[in-house]
C-alpha cells in the first residue's frame, strides 16, 4: 500500500496513568479501507488508545499521525471525518433523538436541516421513525445503540472508532451492521474495532491487533493469526497468548464461594 493509503499511524504510543503504565510503546499503521479489530485483555489499554486517537485524554509520549497530519492539540479539523461509538455513551436522555441526532449533525458541521433529514431517513431504516421524536429516556438499550451508531455516521466520516458497538443489538440487527461494516470497508472507509464478542471480531475484521500489558502481541488476518498459533477459534487464540489458562480453576472457586455456608 502507498503512504496515501495511511490514514492512521500510532508510533511509540505510551501512556501512564500515575505510576501505571497502560501503553508501553504501540506501533501501528491503519491503510484505507482496513477493518482492524482491536482486541486485548479487560483493561489492556484499547479505550485508552481509542480516546488519545480522538484527542479526548492527552499526557502521551510518542507520535499519531491521523490523514497524514501529526496529533496537537490545536489541530482538531480530522474530528470531521471522524465518527465515534463509545463503550459508555452519554446520550442526553431528556433529548429527543430528533434533538439529539440533528444536534450532533451540526456538531460536526451540518446543516441542521441536511442532518434533520438524513438522521430521519436512518432511524427510518432501523425501524425507529415511530420514535424519532420520543425522548431517548423511554429508549431501550439496542435503540440507544442504534441512535449511537447513527451518530456516528450521520456526517459519513471516514474513520470509525467503535467501542463495543453491538451492546444490546438483537441478532437482526447484528446482522445488518456487520453488514454495513463489510460495504463502507469496501467504499474505502477505514474501521477501528474494539470489542470483546471474539467471534465478531473474527468475522468482520480483515486485520487484528492483540494488545497485551500495553504492547502488540499479535497483529495479522485471522487466517495468518491462526497459522502462527496451535490454537483454533480466535477465542482461544486470545487466551494462549495472553497466558490465560486458569479459566476453569477461577470458574470452580467462585462458584465455591456461592455455595459457602
Ligand atoms: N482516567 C483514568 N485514570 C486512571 N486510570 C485510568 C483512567 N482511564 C483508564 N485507566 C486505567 O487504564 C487501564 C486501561 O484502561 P482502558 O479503559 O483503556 O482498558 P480497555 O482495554 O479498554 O479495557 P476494557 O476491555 O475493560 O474496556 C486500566 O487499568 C484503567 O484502570
Redesign the pocket.
Not at 40 to 49: E, R
Given at each position: 500500500m502507498s503512504n496515501e493509503d495511511v490514514i492512521l499511524s500510532l508510533q511509540g504510543l505510551s501512556k501512564n496513568?500515575?505510576s501505571?503504565n497502560?501503553l508501553n510503546g504501540i506501533d501501528l499503521t491503519v491503510y484505507r479501507g482496513q477493518i482492524i479489530g482491536y482486541i486485548?485483555?479487560?483493561?489492556?489499554?484499547?479505550?485508552?488508545?481509542i480516546?488519545i486517537i480522538l484527542g479526548l485524554e492527552g499526557d502521551y509520549s510518542g507520535k499519531v499521525e491521523i490523514f497524514g497530519e501529526t496529533l496537537t492539540e490545536d489541530n482538531y479539523h480530522y474530528k470531521r471525518k471522524i465518527g465515534y461509538v463509545p463503550?459508555i455513551a452519554e446520550l442526553y436522555d431528556n433529548l429527543t433523538a430528533r434533538e439529539y441526532l440533528t444536534f450532533i449533525g451540526e456538531l460536526y458541521g451540518m446543516d441542521l436541516q441536511a442532518a434533520d433529514e438524513k438522521a430521519w431517513k436512518l432511524m427510518r431504516v432501523f425501524g425507529l421513525e415511530a420514535v424519532y421524536n420520543s425522548r431517548i429516556a423511554s429508549f431501550s438499550k439496542g435503540m440507544r445503540q442504534k441512535v449511537l451508531i447513527i451518530s456516528s455516521l450521520l456526517h459519513n466520516p471516514d474513520l470509525l472508532f467503535l467501542?463495543?458497538p453491538l451492546s444490546g443489538l438483537d441478532a437482526n440487527s447484528v446482522m445488518v451492521f456487520k453488514e454495513i461494516l463489510a460495504i463502507l470497508a469496501a467504499e474505502g472507509k477505514t474501521v477501528f474495532y474494539?470489542s470483546?464478542i471474539m467471534d465478531v471480531v473474527e468475522k468482520i475484521s480483515n486485520r487484528i491487533i492483540l494488545?497485551n500489558d500495553g504492547k502488540i502481541v499479535a497483529d495479522g488476518s485471522f487466517q495468518e493469526l491462526k497459522a502462527q498459533n496451535t490454537e483454533g477459534s480466535l477465542e482461544q487464540i486470545f487466551n494462549q497468548l495472553t497466558g490465560f489458562n486458569e479459566y476453569k480453576t477461577i470458574a470452580e472457586e467462585f462458584v465455591s464461594i456461592v455455595q459457602e455456608e
Open positions: 496513568y500515575g501505571k497502560v486485548g485483555p479487560n483493561g489492556a489499554g484499547k479505550s485508552t488508545t480516546k463503550e467501542d463495543e474494539s470483546h494488545i
